[in-house]
């Protein structure tokens, strides 16, 4: 189970490590070539994305970082709880907007964050 649990924060951290640095980095030059096919750009306000981009990217960093070297193993489980509450609030944004597989998949992804903190938490505590 203690692999399972590694997978799943790898697999985390690894989703969250990339969107963080485009919420972060790369988004304008994105929401440009979205703005070219004429599509609308997103109704995140720019402050706001950068902290959820900044809040990923921690997350990304806590999830492996502190068990991997043994110092503040106990962050790990916080990270994914906080990565929970941040895919409901994803989940619920895209769904308001009628883009259901985006809210499908960050479902997913908070259900495999909640398994994390399950397991992280329950079964193979670091």
Not at 9 to 30: D, R
Not at 63 to 76: E, G, K, N, Q, R
Request: proline share 7%; hydrophobic share 65%; net charge positive.
């Amino acid at each position: 189970m203690n692999t399972l649990s590694w997978v799943l924060q790898i697999i985390l951290a690894v989703v969250f490590f990339l969107h963080g640095l485009f919420f972060t980095v790369a988004y304008g030059a994105a929401a440009r070539r979205v703005e070219k096919r004429g599509r609308p750009p997103s109704s995140l306000p720019p402050a706001f994305r950068q902290f959820i981009g900044v809040a990923e990217l921690a997350a990304a960093f806590g999830l492996t970082v502190p068990p991997a070297i043994h110092l503040f193993s106990w962050l790990a489980p916080l990270a994914a709880a906080g990565l929970v509450l941040v895919m409901l609030g994803a989940a619920i944004f895209h769904a308001r907007k009628s883009e259901l597989p985006a809210a499908a998949f960050t479902v997913v992804l908070a259900g495999l964050a909640a398994f994390t903190v399950f397991l992280r938490v329950q079964v193979v505590p670091l």
